[in-house]
Structures are given as C-alpha cells and as structure tokens.
C-alpha cells in the first residue's frame, strides 16, 4: 500500500466514522443496529460499488456520519469493493473524505483471521476503535476472550457487542466520541509481502488473549487435521461424492417404482374410461406418458439436494471448496469459484448468478462460462433413463453398484470438462493474473434438521412446478406436432413419419447421423433446448405415439428394444456437454451485459458435445 496524494473531497460537518472489517464479521448488522431507519443509499462516482451512510448523535449529542465501506480481507485490493475501502481510507476516493475515525469490527468466534486485517487497518494512523462482536456465539462454542488485554495489545478500546441484539451499542458510541478527540498520523507504507508478517503477528495476540477455546474450536480443528489432509482430504472428499451418486439410484429404487405404478394406473384408468380419440391420446400419450416420465425422478433429485444441504448445514462444504483451490489453481481459477459451480450441479441458473461474488471479472466469466459442464439436476432424469435402459443393476464390488459407477463417471466427466475448458479459456479468452484466495472456516455443527426438510420441500414444490408447466407444455407441443396430419390410410411407413415432428426430425437426422443418432433422437433434440430433462418427456410421448394401444411398457424397456448400445452411450455423451437450457443463456446475456458471451458458450459447448457423442459412437462401435 502506496501513499498517494489524497483527491479533493465533499464538503461535510459531522465528523466521517468508517464502518470497516471482513465480509462476514456481522459488520453490515452493527451499522443497522446503529443506524436504524436513518440511513442513505447510493453509489460511488464511476462505479456500481453502494455506497451506506447515516447520520447518528453520539452521547454528547454531537453527530457524526456512520460510513458502512465494503466487506474486504486486505487493504491490497483484489476487488472493485476492496478497492473502493482502501481508496477510502487513504482519502484517495473521488468525492469522498477521509475518515476521522475507525470502527473495526471483528468476529470473536474466529479472531486470529480478523485481527490481520485490524493490524492492517490500524497502519493507517487514523484514530480507531473495536468492536469485537459476535460474542454470544463465542460463548455458545466455549471460547472466552480477555477484551481488556486485546485493547492493552493494540492500544485501542475494545467493545464486546452483539449486534443483531444491539448489545454494546452504546459503550461502542462513547468509545467513538472519546477517539475523534485524537488527531490522525501518517499512514504506515504497507507492500503485499507485509500480509504474511500480520498474519504471523495476529495468531500470536490471539492466543494471548483467548482464555479457553471451547470445545467446538478444538473438535473442528481434530476434523480439519483429517478432512483437509492433501492426502486424506481429497480422497474422502471423493468418497462422499461416489456414495452420494450410488444412493442417488440404490435408495430411489422403491419409490420411483411406486411412482410408476401411480402413473401406470391412470394410464389404464383413462384407457378404460374413455373410447379410443385424440383426447384419450392427448391424456395418455402426451400428459401421462410425458410429464410422468420425468416426474418418476422426484425420489432421484431429492436424494441429491439432500447429501447438498447436509454437506452444507454442516459446514464441510467450505472445506471441500477450500479441497478444490488447488485443482482449480492448476486450471487459473481458485476456490472462490467452487461455490458457484457447485451450485450450478442443482442448476446452472443460480450457479451462474453466484459467479458475482467472485472479484476478478475474468475469474467470474470463465466460472460462468463453464458453469454448464456441471451436471445440473435436469440432467439426471436423462442419465437415469439411459442407465436404467442399458446399464445392468449388478454389482461391481460389494455394495458399489454398475449403474451408480457409471453415474458417478458422468458426473465426473462433466468436472473434468469444465476444469480443461477453464484451463484452454485462462490462457485464451480470459487471460488474466493468477488468482488468489482467501477464505474462513465455520466451526462444524450438526445439520439443523428442520432446515434440511424445508429445502426439500422448496426444491421439490420448484420441481414439480417446472414439470407443471414448462415441461407439460413443451410435452403437449411435441405430441400435437408429432400427432398431426394423420397418416394415409395405406401408409407404409410409421404414423409419425407423416406428421410435423417426423419432417423436423427428417431434416435434423442427417446432421446428427454421423455421431450415431437416430430419428427419434433427431426429433428431441429441439424440444430439449426448453429443458433438458424435457427429452426424456418427449421420448416417451414419441414412442408412446408410435406404440400399438395394447403395448404398456416404460420408455425403458421401449429403449432396451430400439437403441443399440453405442447409440445410447452417444446420447449420454452429448448431455455431459449439451448447450444449455435457453433460460440460461438469458441469464448469460443478463450477466454479462449483452450477446456474445451466451453465443460464444452455446458455440463452443455444441462443440464438445458434438465431438464426445461422435467419439463415444465410434470407439464403442469398434468395441462393442
């Protein structure tokens, strides 16, 4: 850190307090407790960084501007945020004024990482007070801390509060007004090779000054030792991963077989019920047979949003992003953009829009423009048909099943494409400097059950929502255009060779018949560009239509008897890299500010798909 000359400032009368401290040190939450209803929002000059203050009397009954500056670990800014706070606080910022006082604010319940950035701070030579917050959570985790001694060790007062309670608020007020007597010193030179030397320097003031740690602190420490081992670490990490994919289908067996006999029995009831027309078609071939087929996977989707939350409500999901950092340093991404992937394997749509927490904006396009890669739910009801179709249900070893393996190798294929495509576009399109990464390890806890079940009830309301309406429409589409004309009387080929869907499918056939696909395929390939698991909707209503009325099987023993196995394995193939949803790329453009980021990704992941399903065709062709 550099001083510079400072720029001329607004004219103000109350004396500038800086609200500053880590992203998630409750800093946000003290300045409303403080401020109330009294605050101002707006931006700074020139950028979309927000920009809180308000006006608030001190004991005395001066008043004073409470300034709320961006979440930041370090004031040698990676971000436009931690830019904005360090350009504040060295008086460098346009329109701005420099503060007269600081107000630290620190998580007791993880100091050492905290006190860095105060000792960083307090380089600045502007008068400062701490609030060391969060105590309450301190004491529920058996850590105790001597704030006396702290102040005694930086020379500053150090006020316990809790601020989502307001506790503290008003001997933090009177420390504040007692400081802004002071006058302000000359900020200390600081160079990034300093961090290291703070950082030393805070472990050694946090251990002086915590009396007992609690034993949630040192249990999270004993796992830590274990779980981010660079040996047993990954390879734990990796086993949590292969047995959540094999219960993925071992557990949702049962269920999904209560689906299909629900969906099996209104079948027969409308076939009963009513005589032989369009609307018994429209009911049975369309409705039923379309929408039932990927609502039978509800049990499947479930099961994975359920190892998800766990995985997060227990705070190892923060451990398995910091697990990734250095896989994805060797790709030139790091563990920032973890979170946002993983959240792209429910959907990439909010996987996507969690990219904005990323600083680097070449970091952040590249994390969006693979996000795809990853295998988003609506993939599932694809891969499981296709397994459930052509992959035996035996046992490779013990309790490790084959169609649990392969699954688990689809997903896996879809993380090693999206690592190998970051790394082509870090060195290419969004060439940029190594990142950096910088993170805070919650204490583990057991999951809150009750939180747990509510999101599944969420994600499985927003499931059933989307088959109630994107994919039955896009289902009775298909079946209207694959439904009409009617064939000749004497027609010598199947109905739907005549219809509408037929001449599209016709038309697309000999692009995709080089990498193995058929017709039926050909037909489904459009519709699927609303949904992805809408092709296993439009599968069954083709083949449902192309059925005799007496023939009641699934759509995986209607695959077993038309596709050969190449055939299939190409069809995964294509999926593991498939354009996305339409949605998404809306969502793209919405990011990125326009049209050429969503075409260039839905390019070049029709590429890859196109190329993998080809290749799969071939080598299985020759060794099958």
């Known amino acids: 850190m550099n001083v510079e000359t400072p720029v001329a400032a607004r004219t103000r009368q109350a004396p500038l307090v800086a609200v500053i401290g880590h992203p998630n040190a409750g800093k946000t939450s003290l300045f409303n407790a403080l401020s109330g209803a009294r605050q101002k929002v707006g931006n700074y000059p020139g950028v979309t960084v927000e920009r809180k203050s308000a006006e608030l009397p001190l004991p005395s009954g001066a008043r004073i501007e409470l300034l709320d500056l961006p979440g930041c670990y370090s004031l040698v800014p990676r971000s436009l945020d931690e830019q904005v706070t360090r350009d504040t606080l060295l008086g460098l910022q346009p329109g701005e004024s420099r503060p007269d006082a600081l107000l630290i604010v620190t998580d007791a319940t993880n100091l050492a990482a905290h006190l860095r950035f105060a000792l960083d701070a307090l380089r600045l030579g502007i008068p400062a007070v701490m609030a060391l917050n969060r105590m309450d959570m301190a004491a529920r985790d058996g850590i105790a801390i001597d704030s006396a001694a702290l102040a005694a060790r930086l020379g500053i007062p150090v006020i316990e509060t809790v601020a989502v309670r307001k506790r ?70 990796a086993a949590i991963l292969f047995l959540m994919f094999q219960a993925v289908f071992s557990w949702a067996e049962a269920p999904m077989g209560w689906i299909e006999s629900v969906i099996a029995w209104a079948q027969g009831l409308v076939g009963t019920a009513l005589p032989d ?84 904006e070449k970091d952040r396009l590249t994390t969006i423009l693979i996000a795809p890669l990853m295998t988003c739910s609506a993939r599932l009801p694809v891969y499981a048909v296709i397994i459930a179709a052509f992959i035996p249900a035996q046992s490779v070893w013990g309790p490790v099943g084959l169609q649990g393996l392969v699954l688990f190798i689809l997903y896996f294929a879809g993380i090693v494409g999206a690592m190998l495509a970051a790394l082509v576009l870090k060195r290419t399109v969004t060439k940029g400097p190594p990142p950096t990464f910088l993170m805070e390890m919650p204490s583990y806890q057991l999951p809150a059950w009750r939180d747990i079940l509510y999101g599944l009830w969420i994600r499985a309301g927003a499931f059933l929502k989307r088959a109630g309406t994107i994919i039955m429409g896009v289902t009775i589409a298909l079946w209207a255009l694959a439904s009409f004309p009617a064939p000749p009387e004497n027609a010598e080929r199947p109905a739907i060779e005549y219809t509408i869907a037929g001449r599209i499918g016709h038309v697309i056939e000999p692009l995709v018949r080089p990498i193995g696909f058929n017709h039926e395929i050909a037909m489904t390939l459009l519709p699927a560009m609303a949904a992805r698991e809408v092709a296993v909707a439009s599968l069954a209503t083709i083949y449902a239509l192309d059925a005799d009325e007496e023939d009641t099987s699934s759509l995986v023993e209607r695959l077993q008897g038309g596709w050969p196995l190449a055939t299939a394995l190409a069809f995964l193939a294509w999926f593991v890299f498939a354009p996305q949803c339409l949605s998404t790329l809306a969502v793209v453009r919405r990011e990125t500010g326009g049209w050429k980021w969503p075409l260039f990704m839905f390019a070049y992941l029709t590429a890859l798909a196109y190329i993998a399903a080809g290749l799969t065709f071939h080598i299985a062709s020759a060794l099958l």
């Open 168 to 237: 503290g608020l008003a001997d933090l007020l009177a420390a504040l007004e007692s400081r802004l007597k002071l006058p302000a010193a000359e900020p200390l030179p600081f160079t990034p090779a300093d961090t290291r030397a703070l950082g030393r320097e805070a472990r050694t003031v946090a251990r002086a000054v915590t009396l007992s740690e609690g034993s949630v602190r040192l249990a999270s420490r004993r796992l830590d030792a274990v779980l981010l081992h660079p040996v047993a670490g990954p390879v734990i990490l």
């Open 277 to 360: 027309s369009v609307f018994r078609s429209f009911l049975n071939d369309g409705i039923l047979a379309g929408v039932g087929a990927v609502v039978v996977f509800l049990p499947q989707i479930l099961i994975l949003f359920a190892f998800i939350l766990i995985l997060e409500g227990s705070g190892y999901m923060v451990r398995a992003a910091f697990l990734m950092d250095r896989l994805m340093a060797s790709v030139g991404l790091n563990g920032a953009a973890f979170i946002p992937l993983l959240s792209s394997f429910a959907c990439a749509i909010p996987g996507i829009m969690a990219a904005r927490t990323i600083p680097d």
